[in-house]
């Protein structure tokens, strides 16, 4: 229902109530179980058993499963046992990474249980809001949480902190006027919002929305209804599995075939592609990358960002555009003073936020003026600054704060101890401006503050360093345009010399005489730290947009001082688009709208969801920062969700899938390049891993083209896939970053795990080690003629060997190890130490060589074997030198278009 669009007599008759006296108890307890509480319904995910369920639904486990239950039809029970045990464990990895549930609803929940004063039956009650129906008439007041959706009936000085549902920075000047039909969520100002907070005045409203049907409802309705996204890494790793597993049952299905031509038996036969499967699967990868991302979330938490979804890590480093709030993430959140204009010149006011800690700058002959400007200003406020744990904390308006931080700043603290109030005009909309009489030592005076548009007719001389003068009327208007064009807030500041006998002030006293003093520019600056942040991020390739409930000027503003780059218009400045213009954009042009500019204002929160959505029809990676409970649809809809530790909502956390502790958007910059760091490691590990796969697999198939037995058993190739993968593989995960990472353009969406030359770099190493391997198993058993065992166990050694050789040459895919530094990291060295002792354990214990079927033998075959990895490691290396291959970089600062 557009409520705001209404008269209070025709809603208050549409809803059948009474303003006077409220509903009758017995009409509120037939509405409240004809329709339910005022809370909102609980939503319930995916049950714990189902989570664990689904781990073992992937393709390559789904294969695994398949051979332990061949293992055990072929009655080899320690081999099935092995590999269910290796299953078990990796769902269990799985679901414990999975295990966080979503409790934004619950988060939502709790916003509104509150109490509220309500009237039934002729007199106000206590009750709580969860009892309240639509049709309850309930007063507000100054500190109180608005309980449910209202139509303000009556309304004095009523202002209504709604930054964290409408991104409004400062809070709303509330009014009871019919608006019309198409205004926008933000600029509702006849209603009062379920979970928003009363800073200042008194107000009384009909229930118009309770519970899910409230604005706060309806966003708890988005985020349910947000299907949750997969991140670029799970999805590279589903693409690589879905070809990995019709590669291994290709291949397997080939090897039955040979195995059926050569006259095997059909057990033979499954007995080789189970074999096959086993060595093929990369069992340890999963291990390893919730090793590899589990190091990253540690690395970030240290550098201020708290990952709540391991995925999330790498997400970073595939970002190509962040959509960020503007209200408390790119700004400060605090209103401050920056610019004071007198007709004797301007100041500019030093300093950020709520501590007085700044001078004034500027012409010596506009000081005075200046000062006197700021103390009417100071003068005519309501709010308090008071200290709380060493931090200043508002009490009441954020406008009037930064007034008297600027008073504060000017010196003017003991000046405005000896001035007495007598009387007070408080802000009224239809006035647009607040005045206050007070006896000081210069005497009697009624000072003005408010719009200039409400204060300027009624001025007709200006104070001067000399006095005063005529003012010049179109000189100060033409310097309020100049000023909002900045993006500031602007408020003028007059006065009037008051007879000694007066005790009160009238509206009729400030219709004319008034004596301007000057304007004050003030806003919600832009955080330091985020300018360069952006300038990184720009640099990296990455886009920047701000996405917020601001207006549009001042959203613009921001932006350009922030250096955000994106489309403009005619005259130079970054083009903004507003809510209302969002809305008449059709859903096939907004992703080009979205993908061009970079400043959205007025935006509602289903809104932001649009938009987030549209650029990932765009084929981007999308990182949505924000703070307010208007954020979380799009927190959760995004390939990446960050929220604000200190400032942000609950609902906003518990919706994205990282937390800046900090409140700090530099971190973001930090945090993509971590993610960055994190993928460069996860492809060097697979780049080392899948050989050591394919070298088991080559192996086989030589093997079974030779008609000769299994150089390796299957339960020997799942020792090699975990224990290498645990061992040595994880010492890639703590490479050092290497140089240039944020010069790099982001990668493709559609880029895969491993592009073609990895892929041939690949299959070449499979190929030469599958030879080395079969080498030295044919040659112990048909050239020393050792036993089968003996040779097997040497097979194992080789490919641990080879493996141990070839991680050196993976610590970089482009770059020889002499220029990383042979030291530069040292988990590769005890890595391969332990993994040495390991294997000569699992060649001489007589427990290892009973569970894995090994033999000891003769210590010359370490000498060959160490021979073998030598020369893996010397071909690799040549060919980093012969063939050297870069990354992608970032060309002129711009970002290379993602993958349409």
Same mark, same amino acid.
């Given at each position: 229902?557009?409520?705001?669009?209404?008269?209070?007599?025709?809603?208050?008759?549409?809803?059948?109530?009474?303003?006077?006296?409220?509903?009758?108890?017995?009409?509120?307890?037939?509405?409240?179980?004809?329709? *339910?509480?005022?809370?909102?319904?609980?939503?319930?995910?995916?049950?714990?058993?189902?989570?664990?369920?689904?781990?073992?639904?992937?393709?390559?486990?789904?294969?695994?499963?398949?051979?332990?239950?061949?293992?055990?039809?072929?009655?080899?029970?320690? !081999?099935?046992?092995?590999?269910?045990?290796?299953?078990?464990?990796?769902?269990?990895?799985?679901?414990?990474?999975?295990?966080?549930?979503?409790?934004?609803?619950?988060?939502?929940?709790?916003?509104?249980?509150?109490?509220?004063?309500?009237?039934? =039956?002729?007199?106000?009650?206590?009750?709580?809001?969860?009892?309240?129906?639509?049709?309850?008439?309930?007063?507000?007041?100054?500190? !109180?949480?608005?309980?449910?959706?209202?139509?303000?009936?009556?309304?004095?000085?009523?202002?209504?902190?709604?930054?964290?549902?409408?991104?409004?920075?400062?809070?709303?000047?509330?009014?009871?006027?019919?608006?019309?039909?198409?205004?926008?969520?933000?600029?509702?100002?006849?209603?009062?919002?379920?979970?928003?907070?009363?800073?200042?005045?008194?107000?009384?409203?009909?229930?118009?929305?309770?519970?899910?049907?409230?604005?706060?409802?309806?966003?708890?309705?988005?985020?349910?209804?947000?299907?949750?996204?997969?991140?670029?890494?799970?999805?590279?790793?589903?693409?690589?599995?879905?070809?990995?597993?019709?590669?291994?049952?290709?291949?397997?299905?080939?090897?039955?075939?040979?195995?059926?031509?050569?006259?095997?038996?059909?057990?033979?036969?499954?007995?080789?592609?189970?074999?096959?499967?086993?060595?093929?699967?990369?069992?340890?990868?999963?291990?390893?990358?919730?090793?590899?991302?589990?190091?990253?979330?540690?690395?970030?938490?240290?550098?201020?960002?708290?990952?709540?979804?391991?995925?999330?890590?790498?997400?970073?480093?595939?970002?190509?555009?962040?959509?960020?709030?503007?209200?408390?993430?790119?700004?400060?959140?605090?209103?401050?003073?920056?610019?004071?204009?007198?007709?004797?010149?301007?100041?500019?006011?030093?300093?950020?936020?709520?501590?007085?800690?700044?001078?004034?700058?500027?012409?010596?002959?506009?000081?005075?003026?200046? /000062?006197?400007?700021?103390?009417?200003?100071?003068?005519?406020?309501?709010?308090?600054?008071?200290?709380?744990?060493?931090?200043?904390?508002?009490?009441?308006?954020?406008?009037?704060?930064?007034?008297?931080?600027?008073?504060?700043?000017?010196?003017?603290?003991?000046?405005?101890? /000896?001035?007495?109030?007598?009387?007070?005009?408080?802000?009224?909309?239809?006035?647009?401006?607040?005045?206050?009489?007070?006896?000081?030592?210069?005497?009697?005076?009624?000072?003005?503050?408010?719009?200039?548009?409400?204060?300027?007719?009624?001025?007709?001389?200006?104070?001067?360093?000399?006095?005063?003068?005529?003012?010049?009327?179109?000189?100060?208007?033409?310097?309020?345009?100049?000023?909002?064009?900045?993006?500031?807030?602007?408020?003028?500041?007059?006065?009037?010399?008051? !007879?000694?006998?007066?005790?009160?002030?009238?509206?009729?006293?400030?219709?004319?005489?008034?004596?301007?003093?000057?304007?004050?520019?003030?806003? =919600?600056?832009?955080?330091?730290?985020?300018?360069?942040?952006?300038?990184?991020?720009?640099?990296?390739?990455?886009?920047?947009?701000?996405?917020?409930?601001? /207006?549009?000027?001042?959203?613009?503003?921001?932006?350009?001082?922030?250096?955000?780059?994106?489309?403009?218009?005619?005259?130079?400045?970054?083009?903004?688009?507003?809510?209302?213009?969002?809305?008449?954009?059709?859903?096939?042009?907004?992703?080009?709208?979205?993908?061009?500019?970079?400043?959205?204002?007025?935006?509602?929160?289903?809104?932001?969801?649009?938009?987030?959505?549209?650029?990932?029809?765009?084929?981007?990676?999308?990182?949505?920062?924000?703070?307010?409970?208007?954020?979380?649809?799009?927190?959760?809809?995004?390939?990446?969700?960050?929220?604000? *530790?200190?400032?942000?909502?609950?609902?906003?956390?518990?919706?994205?899938?990282?937390?800046?502790?900090? !409140?700090?958007?530099?971190?973001?910059?930090?945090?993509?390049?971590?993610?960055?760091?994190?993928?460069?490691?996860?492809?060097?590990?697979?780049?080392?891993?899948?050989?050591?796969? *394919?070298?088991?697999?080559?192996?086989?198939?030589?093997?079974?083209?030779?008609?000769?037995?299994?150089?390796?058993?299957?339960?020997?190739?799942?020792?090699?896939?975990?224990?290498?993968?645990?061992?040595?593989?994880?010492?890639?995960?703590?490479?050092?970053?290497?140089?240039?990472?944020?010069?790099?353009?982001?990668?493709?969406?559609?880029?895969?795990?491993?592009?073609?030359?990895?892929?041939?770099?690949?299959?070449?190493?499979?190929?030469?080690?599958?030879?080395?391997?079969?080498?030295?198993?044919?040659?112990?058993?048909?050239?020393?003629?050792?036993?089968?065992?003996?040779?097997?166990?040497?097979?194992?050694?080789?490919?641990?060997?080879?493996?141990?050789?070839?991680?050196?040459?993976?610590?970089?895919?482009?770059?020889?190890?002499?220029?990383?530094?042979?030291?530069?990291?040292?988990?590769?060295?005890?890595?391969?130490?332990?993994?040495?002792?390991?294997?000569?354990?699992?060649?001489?214990?007589?427990?290892?060589?009973?569970?894995? /079927?090994?033999?000891?033998?003769?210590?010359?075959?370490?000498?060959?074997?160490?021979?073998?990895?030598?020369?893996?490691?010397?071909?690799?290396?040549?060919?980093?030198?012969?063939?050297?291959?870069?990354?992608?970089?970032?060309?002129?600062?711009?970002?290379?278009?993602?993958?349409?």
């Amino acid at each position: 229902m557009r409520w705001h669009s209404k008269r209070p007599a025709d809603v208050v008759a549409e809803v059948k109530s009474d303003s006077e006296r409220g509903l009758s108890t017995a009409e509120a307890a037939t509405r409240l179980a004809a329709n *339910g509480p005022n809370r909102l319904a609980t939503r319930h995910g995916p049950s714990a058993l189902r989570r664990f369920l689904t781990q073992f639904t992937q393709p390559l486990v789904l294969i695994l499963i398949a051979a332990a239950i061949v293992s055990a039809v072929l009655e080899d029970p320690l !081999d099935a046992a092995v590999i269910a045990i290796v299953v078990l464990a990796n769902a269990i990895i799985g679901y414990l990474q999975e295990s966080r549930a979503e409790q934004a609803i619950a988060a939502l929940d709790q916003l509104v249980v509150t109490e509220a004063t309500v009237l039934r =039956d002729g007199s106000k009650r206590r009750v709580p809001s969860d009892q309240l129906v639509v049709g309850d008439v309930v007063s507000l007041q100054s500190g !109180d949480s608005v309980p449910a959706d209202l139509r303000l009936l009556q309304a004095r000085e009523l202002q209504i902190e709604e930054a964290a549902l409408t991104g409004e920075s400062v809070p709303t000047q509330k009014t009871l006027a019919q608006l019309p039909d198409e205004t926008a969520l933000g600029d509702r100002t006849n209603l009062a919002f379920a979970g928003t907070q009363v800073t200042y005045g008194t107000a009384t409203g009909v229930v118009v929305a309770t519970g899910d049907a409230t604005e706060t409802g309806r966003i708890a309705d988005l985020l349910a209804n947000v299907e949750t996204m997969s991140t670029p890494l799970t999805r590279r790793i589903e693409a690589l599995s879905r070809l990995l597993l019709w590669v291994i049952l290709g291949v397997a299905a080939a090897m039955i075939g040979l195995e059926a031509l050569r006259g095997a038996s059909v057990l033979e036969s499954f007995d080789a592609a189970v074999a096959l499967a086993v060595g093929a699967i990369p069992e340890g990868l999963p291990a390893a990358v919730t090793v590899l991302l589990a190091v990253g979330v540690s690395a970030m938490a240290k550098r201020g960002a708290l990952v709540r979804k391991l995925p999330a890590v790498e997400t970073l480093g595939s970002t190509t555009v962040i959509c960020s709030d503007k209200t408390g993430t790119l700004t400060e959140n605090q209103m401050t003073v920056t610019q004071v204009w007198t007709a004797e010149g301007e100041l500019a006011v030093s300093g950020i936020g709520y501590d007085a800690l700044g001078s004034l700058e500027g012409p010596e002959q506009a000081r005075a003026v200046v /000062h006197e400007c700021l103390l009417g200003a100071a003068l005519c406020t309501d709010t308090r600054l008071v200290n709380v744990d060493g931090r200043t904390k508002v009490e009441g308006d954020p406008t009037e704060a930064a007034l008297l931080v600027a008073a504060k700043k000017a010196g003017l603290t003991e000046q405005l101890a /000896h001035h007495h109030r007598l009387d007070l005009l408080p802000f009224e909309s239809q006035h647009m401006y607040m005045a206050s009489l007070n006896d000081g030592p210069a005497g009697r005076f009624v000072w003005v503050k408010g719009s200039a548009e409400s204060i300027l007719k009624r001025c007709s001389t200006a104070r001067t360093a000399d006095g005063v003068a005529p003012l010049h009327h179109e000189r100060v208007t033409k310097q309020v345009e100049a000023l909002a064009a900045k993006g500031l807030r602007v408020l003028c500041i007059a006065r009037r010399q008051a !007879d000694t006998t007066e005790r009160e002030v009238t509206h009729e006293q400030l219709d004319e005489g008034l004596v301007f003093l000057g304007l004050v520019g003030m806003i =919600d600056p832009p955080r330091a730290e985020a300018r360069d942040a952006i300038a990184t991020c720009q640099r990296a390739g990455v886009k920047v947009k701000m996405i917020t409930g601001d /207006h549009a000027a001042t959203a613009a503003a921001i932006a350009a001082q922030l250096g955000i780059e994106g489309r403009r218009v005619g005259n130079g400045a970054l083009e903004a688009i507003s809510g209302v213009a969002l809305e008449k954009i059709s859903d096939a042009e907004l992703p080009a709208v979205a993908d061009s500019v970079a400043v959205f204002a007025r935006v509602a929160p289903e809104q932001k969801l649009r938009l987030v959505k549209a650029l990932q029809q765009r084929g981007h990676v999308v990182a949505m920062t924000g703070d307010g409970v208007n954020d979380a649809p799009a927190l959760k809809q995004a390939d990446l969700g960050i929220s604000m *530790g200190r400032t942000g909502t609950d609902v906003a956390r518990r919706a994205s899938a990282m937390i800046l502790t900090d !409140d700090n958007f530099a971190t973001i910059a930090a945090a993509v390049e971590e993610g960055r760091a994190v993928y460069e490691n996860l492809v060097k590990f697979l780049a080392w891993s899948l050989p050591t796969n *394919g070298a088991q697999g080559f192996t086989l198939l030589i093997a079974v083209a030779a008609g000769v037995s299994l150089p390796i058993l299957p339960v020997q190739m799942l020792w090699v896939n975990m224990a290498t993968a645990i061992v040595i593989g994880t010492a890639l995960i703590f490479e050092p970053r290497e140089p240039g990472l944020m010069d790099r353009a982001p990668r493709p969406v559609s880029a895969p795990l491993l592009d073609g030359g990895m892929l041939f770099r690949i299959i070449f190493v499979s190929v030469l080690s599958a030879g080395l391997v079969f080498g030295a198993w044919y040659w112990a058993l048909e050239v020393e003629h050792l036993s089968i065992a003996a040779a097997r166990t040497i097979a194992v050694n080789a490919i641990v060997v080879v493996g141990v050789a070839y991680l050196f040459n993976c610590r970089s895919l482009t770059k020889p190890l002499w220029r990383l530094g042979v030291f530069g990291n040292k988990w590769v060295w005890w890595g391969s130490l332990v993994m040495l002792v390991v294997q000569v354990a699992f060649t001489y214990l007589p427990f290892m060589q009973k569970l894995f /079927h090994t033999e000891a033998i003769a210590p010359i075959w370490w000498l060959r074997l160490a021979g073998a990895g030598a020369l893996v490691f010397a071909v690799v290396e040549l060919k980093k030198v012969v063939l050297p291959s870069e990354p992608a970089r970032v060309r002129q600062g711009h970002a290379q278009q993602p993958a349409q």
